[in-house]
């Protein structure tokens, strides 16, 4: 049952799809954000995807240990319909390789039990800013972007180099790199640029990490291009450089 509120002052997240099946810490998380000015909503994980099909939601928090239900089953159905942020929490210590498996499959972020409803929350709010930087971003930036020297231009698909020397991008890359240049130093999961780069173009390489090294060869033939993506190993690939907006 949704709980409504009168308002949603600055620290409030919008409306979140909380997807729990103990009733009593399903009640205690909505208690928390209806309390936190949030719109909240509670579910099982039989209704998730009923629920991802209706109104939208700006946020999705997903306990990964649903009893008898898979949560990593339902983050994939999720994430096969929708790019709402997803954060994951479990009870107890976590192996680095569970969280590092969840990342990639597509949740934003994953916290460890105890489950801290403070952390949840911050992290929750620092997801958000970073969503809405990008639509910032991407809104100011019709004409293109201009990053350490370089500029992409959007109506022509053109990359120049410092100092006006043209780099050819296929399809692909210049979808990969828009993906990067919409979120400067977030990294990114390899599933997340999978559906960012799908095109028409090299429909039989679906190897990301491919598509990273070429469109790194392209920009390292520049010394300012060195460094420009980062790596993070197990996780994604992230930009590492200040975009700004071409207009």
Same mark, same amino acid.
């Given at each position: 049952?949704?709980?409504?509120?009168?308002?949603?002052?600055p620290?409030?997240?919008g409306?979140?799809?909380?997807?729990?099946?103990d009733?009593?810490? &399903?009640?205690?998380?909505?208690?928390y954000?209806v =309390?936190?000015?949030?719109?909240?909503? @509670?579910? @099982?994980?039989?209704?998730?995807?009923?629920h991802?099909?209706?109104?939208?939601?700006?946020?999705?928090?997903? $306990?990964? &240990?649903?009893?008898?239900?898979?949560?990593?089953?339902?983050?994939?159905?999720?994430?096969?319909?929708?790019?709402?942020?997803v954060?994951?929490?479990?009870?107890?210590?976590q192996?680095d390789?569970?969280?590092?498996?969840?990342?990639?499959?597509?949740?934003?972020?994953?916290?460890?039990?105890?489950? $801290?409803? =403070?952390?949840?929350?911050?992290?929750?709010?620092?997801?958000?800013? &970073?969503?809405?930087?990008?639509?910032?971003?991407?809104?100011?930036?019709?004409?293109?972007y201009?990053? &350490?020297?370089?500029?992409?231009? $959007?109506?022509?698909?053109?990359?120049?180099?410092?100092?006006?020397?043209?780099?050819?991008?296929?399809k692909?890359?210049?979808?990969?790199?828009?993906?990067?240049?919409?979120?400067?130093?977030?990294?990114?999961?390899?599933?997340?640029l999978?559906?960012?780069?799908?095109?028409?173009?090299?429909?039989? =390489?679906?190897?990301?990490?491919?598509?990273?090294?070429r469109?790194?060869?392209r920009?390292?033939?520049?010394?300012?291009?060195?460094?420009?993506?980062?790596t993070?190993?197990g996780?994604?690939?992230?930009?590492?450089?200040?975009?700004?907006?071409?207009?």
């Amino acid at each position: 049952m949704e709980h409504p509120i009168s308002s949603a002052g600055p620290a409030g997240i919008g409306r979140v799809l909380v997807v729990e099946e103990d009733l009593g810490r &399903r009640g205690a998380i909505l208690s928390y954000l209806v =309390d936190r000015q949030c719109s909240p909503m @509670g579910c @099982g994980a039989s209704e998730v995807l009923r629920h991802i099909r209706g109104p939208s939601f700006g946020l999705i928090t997903l $306990n990964v &240990r649903l009893g008898s239900v898979d949560g990593v089953e339902i983050l994939r159905q999720i994430r096969a319909r929708s790019d709402v942020p997803v954060i994951l929490y479990a009870d107890g210590p976590q192996a680095d390789v569970d969280r590092i498996i969840w990342l990639e499959l597509g949740a934003d972020d994953v916290l460890s039990g105890p489950l $801290n409803l =403070d952390l949840l929350l911050a992290r929750a709010r620092a997801i958000l800013r &970073r969503q809405e930087l990008g639509r910032s971003v991407i809104a100011s930036s019709r004409g293109g972007y201009a990053f &350490r020297g370089w500029e992409l231009r $959007n109506a022509t698909r053109e990359l120049k180099a410092p100092g006006g020397a043209d780099v050819s991008l296929t399809k692909r890359e210049y979808a990969l790199l828009v993906a990067l240049l919409v979120a400067p130093g977030r990294t990114l999961s390899r599933v997340h640029l999978m559906r960012a780069t799908r095109t028409q173009e090299d429909v039989y =390489d679906r190897s990301i990490d491919v598509q990273i090294l070429r469109l790194r060869r392209r920009l390292e033939s520049h010394p300012s291009g060195r460094g420009l993506i980062r790596t993070e190993r197990g996780v994604g690939y992230a930009l590492d450089a200040r975009v700004e907006p071409l207009f």
